[in-house]
């Protein structure tokens, strides 16, 4: 992965983004991880989850995380950082909004996407304060209408955190969407 560069990782809740990003920031020589969980959390009072109505409020936060990782991931790479992001991209017009706000900066966008069942099994194993309390079939049905054939697509069920890690770092040409 290219120094300064810009990798957003993508999936459904449980599909292992958090801990495979910091596998894979582990691993490089100067990285940051950038979580939309966290940014989502600075929000002290006024938050809505992304998936519940009210819809416009729902939508505009979603964006307003997108931007604030984006801003963050893009001082770390400036910084030379390689700049890991997890949050969930739901579809194309939050793909775009990023990488156009990561831009010139190399940006690699890969999906994690383990079969549906898998990632129901992983939420339901986590500690309660971290489960998501939705069914995530219909947001992966829609992410694969909206982002199916955009970046790498990488099922990861039979993987370990390390192994997928590794395959992403090995592949660092997989799922190039942005930058110079």
């Known amino acids: 992965m290219d120094r300064g560069g810009c990798l957003i990782l993508s999936g459904l809740p449980g599909a292992g983004k958090t801990s495979v990003g ?3 920031a582990g691993r490089l020589e100067r990285s940051a991880l950038v979580s939309g969980d966290a940014v989502a959390d600075m929000i ?7 998936v519940r109505l009210p819809e416009p409020e729902a939508r505009r936060q979603l964006l307003l995380r997108a931007r604030n ?3 963050l991931a893009a001082n770390f790479a400036d910084a030379g950082f390689t700049a890991v992001v997890d949050h969930v991209v739901p ?3 939050v793909l775009d909004l ?3 706000l990561l831009r010139p900066r190399p940006v690699r966008f890969v999906v994690l996407a383990p079969p549906v069942g898998v990632c129901r ?3 339901a194993a986590r500690p309660e304060r971290e489960r998501v309390d939705y069914d ?3 947001l992966d049905r829609s992410m694969r209408e909206r982002l199916g054939g955009v970046g790498w697509w990488l099922d990861t069920a039979g993987m370990s955190v390390e192994e997928a890690a590794g395959v992403i770092l ?3 040409d997989r799922g190039v969407v942005g930058g110079v």
């Open 136 to 138: 995530v079939g219909p």
């Open 91 to 93: 579809d194309r017009e």
């Open 98 to 100: 990023m990488v156009g």
């Open 22 to 24: 910091r596998e894979v």
């Open 170 to 172: 090995e592949r660092g």
């Open 69 to 71: 990782s984006c801003s």
């Open 44 to 50: 002290v009072r006024g938050r809505v989850s992304v």
């Open 121 to 123: 099994a992983r939420n």
